[in-house]
């Protein structure tokens, strides 16, 4: 199976604050990958896909980056919405694997 | 307007079995790649498995950690999946989400709210 290292796992920012998240996965998968916001108690909604496409209506703040094995998500400028935890998923190979998750808090 | 709808969860006990439906609307079901996906009380997402579409042969695949006790199935004729959960164990308590996944632009881009399955005695 592809393993998808997310890191950090948590991490405290202030808003307004630049904030990049990224994923390794432990073999090369193109560009399929998936990033996902999750609030609690909701169901994850999609952000990037494709490595780089913006979800249509999601703020540009958010964007990817990548291809291969190492990728990057980031908000440029964090705003109070965005406090909650991030995924990446691989779907180049089954099984899909997700990251394990970033969770960003309100410094 | 593009809608999926979990149900079935509930509370079983260990060993016995469940069946989770993901009602969907609003787009061709017939077209798409139907995914469960699952996450454990204060827990991360985790892929449990998917359906291919009819012209992709139709056929499951499935994580190593449920393969054999989980069986997903689909009628194109109702635009609803299935999924079956065999076997019940207490670490399959969890938060049930169904997506659906087409080639790019619509990826994992629908979810429903998720149904709740808890194994207990």
């Known amino acids: 199976d592809i393993q998808m290292t997310q890191s950090p796992s948590s991490l405290s920012a202030s808003v307004g604050d630049r904030v990049t998240i990224t994923c390794r996965a432990s073999?090369?998968?193109?560009?399929?990958i998936v990033w996902f916001q999750q609030k609690p108690g909701k169901a994850p909604k999609r952000l990037i896909y494709?490595?780089?496409s913006l979800q249509s209506g999601v703020p540009s703040r958010f964007s990817g980056s990548g291809s291969g094995t190492e990728f990057t998500f980031t908000i440029s400028s964090l705003q109070p919405e965005d406090f909650a935890s991030y995924y990446c998923l691989q779907h180049n190979t089954q099984p899909w694997t997700f990251g394990q998750g970033t969770k960003v808090e309100i410094k | 307007e593009v809608q999926v709808v979990e149900s079935g969860g509930g509370l079983a006990q260990p060993g016995r079995s469940l069946r989770l439906s993901c009602a969907t609307s609003?787009?061709?079901?017939?077209?798409?790649?139907m995914n469960w996906v699952r996450q454990a009380p204060g827990k991360g997402l985790e892929w449990v498995g998917f359906i291919r579409s009819k012209a992709y042969t139709g056929t499951p695949e499935y994580a190593a950690s449920v393969k054999g006790r989980f069986s997903i199935s689909r009628d194109d004729s109702k635009s609803v999946a299935y999924l079956q959960i065999n076997s019940l164990k207490i670490d399959d308590t969890a938060v049930y989400y169904c997506?659906?996944?087409?080639?790019?632009?619509?990826?994992?881009?629908?979810w429903g709210k998720g149904t709740t399955v808890t194994v207990s005695s």
């Open positions: 494709d490595a780089f």
């Open positions: 073999q090369g998968i193109r560009n399929d």
């Open positions: 609003g787009f061709s079901f017939v077209d798409y790649a």
């Open positions: 997506t659906r996944s087409g080639a790019g632009w619509d990826y994992m881009d629908v």
